[in-house]
């Protein structure tokens, strides 16, 4: 690359760091992204670029890989039902000690690596999440699964006002229970972008977006109004697991969210091309 495209890329990136500057942005991190460590470098050095020139990133996570090592080292089963990790009174320990000790910390300290801020929580600090236990229209048993009915953002807002990456695991404090609850990190990203009044609301996932044809690389949809999610759902264009993913989406931006977006985080560095590139990448949603 020459120094004329490279000072170009610099000039296009100009008018998106003075669109987010002051902005906040809610990261939903997982996925292969979480797994690969060159993949990872990638996020945790755009997020902290991001940091420097102003944007507040909030880093939500789950973490079913290391939850499912932990409990594989202790000889325990990994168990879901509808696609949920069933958690018993033991698991939920489990899931505590590998969202709020190994996987939040291995992210702060590799964001203060690369130079950022970054403090580590979970939802049960300061009460961030509160959830009731998780039902369906069958009553299964779940465990405990819950979720968030109450967000209280206002730790999450002094620390980014200091310019502190907050990053945020799963996990919610039981409002009809004293208990924790185990809670789907999609829907937890979403909550504190509402709360926290996200200028943007970012999913990373193993897929590209919502595609018209799963089986087509090219056939990637780079912009859906929340009116056409319905007739894309009947068309079948969105379904199984895609299907709470957009409606996250599409709730994030009922509540005001400006936008929202369904992206590959295989791609390396895919938030700044998102953000700070005419190109974008994934499925806009607005």
Request: hydrophobic letters at 45%.
């Amino acid at each position: 690359m020459n120094t004329q495209n490279r000072a170009q890329i610099l000039v296009e990136a100009l008018p998106y760091i003075q669109k987010y500057r002051g902005k906040v942005l809610v990261i939903k991190y997982g996925g292969n992204a979480m797994v690969n460590e060159e993949l990872k470098q990638a996020i945790i050095q755009d997020v902290v670029l991001l940091n420097m020139v102003g944007v507040q990133v909030v880093l939500v996570h789950g973490g079913g890989p290391e939850i499912s090592k932990l409990l594989n080292q202790v000889g325990k089963e990994s168990k879901f039902i509808n696609g949920l990790r069933y958690t018993d009174e033991q698991t939920i320990d489990f899931v505590q000690m590998a969202l709020c000790g190994k996987v939040n910390k291995d992210l702060v300290s590799l964001l203060e690596k690369a130079g950022g801020k970054a403090v580590g929580l979970s939802g049960l600090d300061a009460s961030i999440f509160k959830a009731l236990r998780h039902t369906d229209i069958y009553r299964t048993d779940y465990g405990y699964v819950g979720d968030i009915i109450k967000v209280d953002a206002t730790l999450v807002r002094q620390l980014l006002d200091h310019g502190y990456i907050p990053v945020i695991s799963s996990l919610a404090r039981g409002f009809d229970e004293d208990v924790n609850y185990n809670v789907n990190a999609d829907l937890a990203a979403e909550k504190i972008a509402i709360a926290l009044k996200a200028e943007k609301f970012i999913l990373l996932t193993d897929v590209s977006g919502v595609m018209e044809d799963v089986n087509d690389p090219d056939s990637l949809i780079p912009s859906i109004q929340v009116s056409q999610v319905s007739a894309l759902e009947k068309k079948g264009i969105i379904s199984g697991g895609m299907i709470p993913k957009v409606q996250c989406c599409v709730e994030a931006i009922r509540q005001g969210i400006h936008f929202a977006n369904i992206q590959d985080g295989r791609i390396p560095h895919s938030i700044l091309i998102e953000l700070l590139s005419d190109q974008g990448v994934g499925t806009v949603f607005y």
